[in-house]
């Protein structure tokens, strides 16, 4: 199939009514309903539901707009994403087999049930707009349930072979995101306390192997630590034989929560950087009340992460069973836990863990038919044409196999 990429704002309303013959209004108002109970208990889960569920927090956003006022809201940087991807499933539902329309719609209600989300389903068409907007028929292959990898792309002559794979980041990890804010949730009594005491308060926690689901054994060594910084006094260090807790002070005047009234993730690792000193870390929240006081939570563990080997099996096993062997290939990755923004930045590195994952792969014999590997991030901006349509331009990091490397391609996937 192949067709217009693009949506033009007097056609949402309809596509919205697509989307409900796809997934029913109850699973999504289900997904959102779970996500608000969570943040109850715990308002550290916010950032997190935020970015690894952007389609559906977008969507109760614009959904409850749409219904309060009647009409679509503004399509803006933070609507386009959501209402191109809505067009995308409803043309791509309607141009599959119906054996194909029942997988896709097993795939998005799955997915609204799942700990990964939308991504697998947004990656997949996301591929195949970008095939189409080169010019390339794009068959479905494993919705319909003809082959095992996902997307079958031909054009004059010229067939590949693509495989989507949503991994996340936490492969590999000591210490996983959601965990990590599961965590802070049990310390956020005494972190509020301390924000209330005023100025600027850094909480580092260094762990000895990996954390854990049940972490009430760690929580309690570092709220002693910070029971005993509310009460004041010189930096504390708290060690015991599952981690070290340690606080200090910063100057909250020198600091981003005295000059905005929003810290943005982006704000808060270069302040840890470069005004702190600390490595960038993943694992890193922040609660404040502006101009008054501020705590940073930083957690490591002594031992290395494993990411690259973790992500590396599993694209492996892909490359290994998915395709045909027959026509070039390409596997195009999204990890979950990566900006386009922090993509770009790998891109500019000469020696980065990408790298490293697309040389092993490249490196046996019984991959020569892999042509490259793709890296894609969430959109990246806004495009829109004189009619008035949108169209999401994203960013991607491709790296092809010196083996059997083909510049038809590689244009493709650099385009």
Not at 14 to 20: L, P, R, S, T, W
Not at 21 to 27: E, F, G, M, N, Q
Not at 152 to 173: H, P, T, Y
Not at 355 to 370: E, Q, V
């Amino acid at each position: 199939m192949i067709f217009e990429q693009s949506i033009r704002e007097n056609e949402i309303p309809a596509v919205i009514k697509g989307v409900f013959r796809v997934a029913p209004y109850k699973l999504w108002k289900h997904r959102w309903l779970e996500f608000a109970d969570q943040e109850k208990l715990n308002p550290f889960l916010t950032d997190y539901f935020d970015s690894q569920y952007s389609m559906e927090r977008s969507f109760e956003v614009a959904y409850d707009y749409y219904r309060s006022r009647r009409r679509i809201p503004q399509i803006d940087e933070y609507g386009y994403e959501l209402f191109l991807f809505f067009a995308l499933l409803v043309k791509v539902h309607e141009r599959l087999s119906r054996r194909g329309q029942v997988r896709l719609e097993g795939s998005v209600r799955d997915a609204l049930q799942s700990t990964a989300g939308l991504v697998p389903v947004e990656l997949e068409l996301r591929v195949a707009t970008h095939l189409m907007r080169n010019g390339f028929e794009v068959d479905f292959t494993d919705l319909e349930q003809n082959q095992q990898f996902d997307l079958f792309a031909s054009k004059s002559g010229m067939e590949i072979e693509i495989d989507c794979k949503s991994l996340s980041a936490d492969v590999g990890r000591r210490i996983h995101s959601r965990r990590f804010r599961e965590f802070a949730g049990r310390l956020n009594p005494l972190l509020r306390e301390l924000v209330r005491c005023g100025g600027g308060s850094l909480v580092q926690i260094v762990i000895l192997e990996s954390l854990h689901g049940d972490s009430q054994e760690l929580a309690s060594e570092t709220k002693s630590a910070i029971r005993a910084a509310i009460g004041g006094g010189p930096p504390i260090i708290r060690s015991a034989l599952i981690c070290k807790a340690s606080i200090r002070s910063f100057d909250l005047q020198q600091s981003p929560f005295d000059r905005q009234s929003v810290v943005s993730g982006a704000d808060l690792s270069t302040f840890i950087t470069k005004q702190l000193g600390l490595d960038e870390n993943l694992n890193v929240l922040s609660h404040y009340v502006p101009h008054v006081g501020a705590v940073i939570v930083v957690m490591q563990s002594d031992k290395p992460d494993t990411v690259i080997d973790g992500l590396y099996r599993q694209l492996r096993d892909s490359a290994r069973r998915q395709f045909s062997g027959h026509r070039p290939a390409v596997l195009c990755v999204r990890l979950r836990d990566l900006s386009a923004r922090q993509l770009i930045a790998l891109a500019s590195e000469r020696v980065n863990g990408l790298a490293a994952i697309a040389t092993r792969l490249f490196a046996a014999d019984d991959r020569s038919h892999l042509a490259g590997i793709s890296y894609l991030s969430p959109s990246g901006e806004l495009t829109r044409s004189v009619a008035n349509s949108i169209q999401d331009v994203g960013t991607a990091y491709y790296f092809p196999n010196p083996k059997n490397r083909s510049e038809a391609v590689e244009q493709i996937f650099t385009a």
